[in-house]
């Protein structure tokens, strides 16, 4: 849903999931915020730390773990499957194998995986993907 600031989006939004409340369903939500202007990706950056369970207090190695544990039987998967979304999340240590991409390569290869996390929920139950503030 397109349209002006004010017009009622967030509010048409909100009635939309009080009428499928009882319905199963995946339900993304990807807050973009001028505050990140810098990163395209935020919002799935975001999506990946709840989506994989990553706690803050988290090392590096529970992380990449928690990250394995996310991608496992992906379509996507494969050499980049963890190395990519670990460059995307900042984890550095444990040294991971990076796979020997051009920039858009690495691009095209990331949102790749991004579609496909999407893709495997929509598997299993339909999915409700709200995207806010993306301007």
């Known amino acids: 849903m397109i349209g002006e600031a004010g017009i009622g989006k967030s509010r048409a939004i909100a009635a939309l999931q009080e ?7 995946t339900r993304i939500h990807l807050q973009c915020s001028p505050h990140h202007n810098e990163s395209a990706l935020y919002p799935l950056i ?3 730390i709840r989506a994989a369970r990553i706690a803050p207090a988290d090392p590096p190695g529970a992380r990449i773990e928690k990250l394995r544990a996310l991608v496992a039987d992906r379509a996507a998967s494969g050499p980049a499957a963890i190395p990519l979304p670990a460059e995307l999340l900042s984890i550095a240590d444990p040294p991971l194998h990076p796979v020997p991409l051009s920039p858009a390569q690495r691009k ?17 139950d339909p999915v409700l993907l709200v995207v806010e503030d993306a301007h």
Do not use: N
């Open 46 to 48: 975001r999506h990946l």
């Open 108 to 124: 095209t290869a990331t949102i790749a995986l991004l579609v496909d996390e999407i893709v495997r929920l929509a598997e299993a």
């Open 19 to 25: 009428v499928i409340a009882s319905e199963p369903k």
